[in-house]
């Protein structure tokens, strides 16, 4: 089935739904499924909601913000207290689906109230074969996923989103913060701002796509391939190794093996991702 099919296929989908809370995080993913919702019944019938914590960085708050005004539609702030719980914040391999427990049950709470039938997020037709606990949260909640059910890929989200008129289209992938500390490492908000920080840091000197990962003590910066000497030019690496202590990290490290996307999963079994699937 080619994308032109499948896009049509996700619009038949949304048009059956009537009414839908959806979990809005101004990414390419749900950023194209507001766009479409908005588009298929109308912004009265379609309720964006932002999940705002320490783990949302606040450039990409402002993101998300620009996109659904862009868009046509309002965003409501849902506030989620995942910190609070220890089953989040000691960061083991299930983290993802503590973090999307307490948002989903929010939205399922505001969808109840505002007689909405159906909760949506963005996760596409790749989440499939990815570690994404997330994904079991979403089933306990009864959240449904059209980008993943009319079997949407990333490339494919992309290209629709500039078919659209959407910036996104070109924009890196963004996952929330927490994502970047190393599991077994507890999460606290200290260390999700240093990452914010250092990372919108990072984007001042022009770097695209990149990670800051905390190890503790340890900053470890993944960059494009390409941008490997950018970063090792003494100029460069000296504004970063300065900020990046500031921050509180003691030592600045380099990845050798450039940016990769979920790196930190690297240090998992495969017994261990099943277990958390």
């Known amino acids: 089935m080619g994308t032109d099919e499948k896009y049509n296929q996700l619009i038949k989908s949304i048009k059956s739904l009537g009414k839908v809370v959806i979990a809005y995080s101004g990414g390419v993913d749900s950023t194209l499924l507001l766009k479409v919702a908005v588009d298929c019944l109308g ?17 990409q708050k402002q993101t998300a913000l620009d996109m659904a005004k ?72 009864g959240v449904k996923a059209p980008l993943m059910e009319a079997e949407l890929t990333k490339p494919e989200i992309r290209t629709l989103s500039k078919k659209l008129g959407l910036k996104t289209h070109e924009m890196p992938a963004s996952p929330c913060l927490a994502s970047r500390i190393s599991y077994g490492i507890n999460i606290t908000a200290e260390k999700l701002d240093q990452v914010d920080q250092a990372e919108d840091f990072m ?26 000497e950018k970063l090792s030019a003494k100029p460069v690496r000296e504004k970063i190794v300065e900020k990046l202590k500031e921050l509180g990290f003691k030592y600045v490290s380099l990845d050798m093996q450039g940016f990769r996307s979920g790196s930190l999963n690297e240090t998992l079994t495969e017994e261990e991702k099943q277990k958390y699937l």
Do not use: W
Not at 43 to 59: E, M, R
Not at 216 to 227: F, L, P, S, T, Y
């Open 70 to 141: 862009v868009i046509g539609t309002d965003v409501k702030e849902v506030i989620v207290h995942e910190l609070d719980d220890t089953s989040y914040s000691r960061n083991k391999a299930d983290r993802c689906f503590h973090c999307k427990s307490h948002l989903y049950g929010l939205l399922c709470e505001i969808a109840k109230q505002q007689q909405n039938e159906h909760v949506l997020c963005g996760s596409n037709f790749d989440d499939m074969d990815d570690f994404r606990p997330g994904n079991r949260a979403a089933k306990v909640f």
């Open 203 to 228: 984007k001042s000197l022009g770097f695209s796509e990149f990670r800051v990962r905390h190890h503790g003590d340890i900053a470890r910066i993944e960059v494009k391939e390409n941008q490997i």
């Open 43 to 59: 912004s009265d019938n379609v309720v964006a909601c932002l999940g705002v914590s320490p783990s949302l960085g606040q450039s």
